[in-house]
């Protein structure tokens, strides 16, 4: 009988990478939805100088905590990408 090949790699490294992958992806995407959202508020005037100002803030900072925490698993930013199908990438 042929030995078949495991559905994902029980390396913990691997896991450790696939769970980061995931999580970043996620809190990217999110990123990326209050960034949007924060711009349509902007426009419509629905926040003070002071609020966008602690946004864009916050917003950033969290850009550079993805991007370092990415870096620790050796994930690019296009690694955390969503592929929407047929609606394509979500950047």
Known sequence: MDSIAPRWNANPEDVQR????LVLTLVEFLRKLF???TLRRMEAKTLT???TEAIGLALMRLEE???DMAK?????PEDLNLDL???GRLS
């Open 49 to 51: 100088p002071e609020q």
């Open 65 to 67: 905590t993805i991007q």
């Open 72 to 76: 620790q698993f050796d994930l690019t």
């Open 18 to 21: 696939s769970v980061a992958k």
């Open 35 to 37: 960034e949007r959202q």
């Open 85 to 87: 199908g047929p609606l």
